[in-house]
């Protein structure tokens, strides 16, 4: 469907997009994807793959077109509540359906503490004031994302990838960033990131830091 849409005519493809957003923007206010109250099991697995499916939809004409899905999520609860209802758990290294289609998403202000993001494509998703608290992004592609004030406070980015990401007022490009950095690194603006195997400390000394509290 992906190869169909790019050989279409991109502003097609824009109306597409737009009619997806406001689809998913409609389920999201009824609050049907967010809490449903079917009867049976089988209804609950339906709405969950309907439900994985539009968030798949969008992503693609998404990523034809390189624009941010602003999704209205509601509160800063749901989108980290229904990103881990149509993953569910991960079953070894490789990333679930979900997050393979989770690139191109307004996450700005949402709270994923804790939230597997290991191996997902979050290129170009906006994060911006999001709560990322102890969130594991080793191995995510967040080439070009906006973290700019995200809470990352005990984040993991191991072998993430971090090309022409934006994490607070600072760019990082072609680099990773080290795992095992602390509060009082970050609170100082320094980033530790890792280059060719060998650790580097790369001070940020005219940007502010990340606000972490």
Known sequence: MEREL????????FEIQSQLVKLFNSRVQTGWAAAPEPNSDKMIATIDRSDLALFCLVNITSRVVRQVAKVQW???LFAGGFLRRISGQRDGPSPNLA?????????SSCTFDLHDFYGANLEQC?????????CNFTQANLQ???????????AMFHETDLEGTEIGASEVRHLSVHPEYNREEIDMGRYIVAQGGSIVDDMVSEQPSLDID
């Not at 790019?6 to 493809?13: A, C, G």
């Not at 906006?126 to 102890?134: K, N, Q, Y």
């Open 126 to 134: 906006i994060f911006d004031d999001a709560s990322l608290a102890f």
């Open 74 to 76: 509601g509160s800063k």
């Open 99 to 107: 997050l393979r289609y989770a690139s191109f998403f307004d996450f």
């Open 6 to 13: 790019e050989l279409s005519d991109v502003n097609q493809v």
């Open 144 to 154: 070009d994302a906006w973290l700019r004030k995200a809470y990352l406070f005990g």
